[in-house]
Nanobody, 126 residues
Framework: QVRLVESGGGLVQAGDSMRLSCAAS????????MAWFRQAPGKEREFVAL????????HYADSAKGRCTISRDNAENTVDLLMDSLRPEDSAVYFC???????????????????WGQGTQVTVSS
């Protein structure tokens, strides 16, 4: 497993941008696909974005398409999520996750990821 630590959350206003970062350690970072999930109070953890081992493939939740960009730097062992045009409904704890395997049918399922960060709070005020 890989150890993940998120950073970059905080309080912003609607319409602002925010970059979240996730630093990985403890294993070969390029051997994992990376994803971002989020969880709002009282709601299930939901998929936001994914990037494959070398960045050649990305997926986004419908709510993230056009507003979010996921990227990774395998030399620095980091994966970022840039979020633009933030909305109050984007408020949640954002988690970084890693999986050594990819499946087109299951990548949105949190159970498919075996490493998680502690999460970082994002709050968007209206």
């Amino acid at each position: 497993q890989v150890r993940l630590v998120e950073s970059g959350g905080g309080l912003v206003q609607a319409g602002d941008s925010m970059r979240l970062s996730c630093a990985a350690s403890g294993s070969t970072f390029s051997g994992y696909i990376m994803a971002w999930f989020r969880q709002a109070p009282g709601k299930e953890r939901e998929f936001v974005a994914l990037i494959d081992w070398n960045g050649g493939r990305t997926h986004y939740a419908d709510s993230a398409k056009g507003r979010c960009t996921i990227s990774r730097d395998n030399a620095e062992n980091t994966v970022d999520l840039l979020m633009d045009s933030l909305r109050p409904e984007d408020s949640a704890v954002y988690f970084c996750a890693a999986s050594p395997t990819y499946s087109a049918s299951t990548y949105k399922q949190p159970a498919k990821y075996n490493s998680w960060g502690q999460g970082t709070q994002v709050t968007v005020s209206s």
